[in-house]
């Protein structure tokens, strides 16, 4: 349970290097229009819900743990291709590689999390589970918007690789 918690506050740390950013960099330094922006996240949305759909027999087969980590090393890899990213063909392959990351992590993480707290904790640790990567986003949101500013827009997010890295260690780790 430690390790969970250790898991989705250094992924925590890695969100808030990135989400707040990622339209403004991709219209305001890619220069991508915003309604084609739109449309690669509508088909991202889109994957994900399709996969979240399809993506629990793939659970079942490959087991939580294995597809947290699948999840956790499609993050890392998401963002890569998101800072190599020039056209809309690049864009649009970053948000099928993070519709992969996130249905896979949804209903992986859940099922390790009910797994590792007993039952007569599991409203309170739960709420941990939810506390911890709110509280340690808000003041990377903040880090990225400083280093967006003052160093290239692109530094948060190759930043971001090394929370993610971490925090699929960690899962790697977990028995």
Do not use: C, H
Not at 27 to 33: A, E, F, R, S
Not at 55 to 81: T, Y
Not at 108 to 133: D, H, W, Y
């Amino acid at each position: 349970m430690k390790k969970l918690l250790l898991y989705v506050t250094l992924a925590g740390i890695g969100t808030g290097l990135t989400s707040p950013y990622v339209s403004i960099y991709v219209v305001d330094y890619l220069g991508i229009n915003a309604l084609s922006y739109s449309v690669v996240v509508d088909l991202a949305g889109a994957t994900t819900v399709i996969l979240l759909l399809t993506v629990v027999f793939l659970i079942r087969r490959l087991g939580s743990k294995r597809s947290i980590l699948l999840a956790s090393v499609a993050a890392p890899l998401s963002n890569v291709m998101f800072t190599q990213a020039k056209t809309m063909d690049e864009l649009f392959e970053w948000g099928v590689t993070g519709a992969v990351s996130t249905a896979l992590q949804s209903p992986s993480l859940s099922t390790m999390q009910a797994e590792a707290i007993e039952l007569r904790n599991r409203g309170k640790v739960l709420a941990m589970f939810s506390i911890l990567p709110t509280m340690v986003s808000l003041p990377s949101q903040v880090l990225a918007g400083y280093l967006y500013t003052v160093t290239t827009p692109v530094f948060p997010f190759a930043l971001s690789l090394i929370p993610f890295a971490l925090a699929a260690l960690v899962l790697y780790r977990i028995r």
